[in-house]
Structure formats: C-alpha cells, structure tokens
C-alpha cells in the first residue's frame, strides 16, 4: 500500500513540478512542496516497516514534517 501511494505521489509531484518550471508560474509551489512531503512521508514509514533500527526512516519523516511546515508557509504567504 505504501508503496502504490508513494509511486502515485511520485508522479503527481514530477507533474506539477515540470508543469511549475515549464509555465514559470510559482504560484504552485506549495502544492508541490505538500507533495513532496506526503512522499518523504511514505518512504520514511516504508523504510521504518522495512528494518525497525533504520535510521533514516526516522529522518524521512523529520525531513517530511519541515517541508510541511515550508508548505504552510507558502500557502500562508500567498493567500
């Protein structure tokens, strides 16, 4: 299941980034940020289910939780 939805973000992520730099409109940043952290999301739980003493599991999911909060500050700032 992780694996599916990781793949899933995977490219909806490359979509919107390759449409963000094709357009030049940066507006859409933050959904593409917010991608990008669902996705370190499902690699660090994948990693962490794969080998409990993995170490960087754990940081996939620190690293997921700043870009969220870079994602909301994105929005924030925008709207």
Known sequence: ML???RIIFQIVGVGLAAYVLWS???????????T???LM???G???I?????????YM???????IFFVSAQGFNVNY
């Open 24 to 34: 030049q409109n940066f507006e859409l940043m933050p959904y593409v940020m917010l």
């Open 41 to 43: 999301l499902a690699a």
């Open 3 to 5: 694996k599916i939805s």
């Open 45 to 47: 739980f994948e990693r």
């Open 49 to 57: 289910q794969k080998d409990k003493k993995e170490f960087f599991g």
């Open 36 to 38: 990008l952290g669902i």
């Open 60 to 66: 996939f999911v620190v690293i997921s939780l700043f």
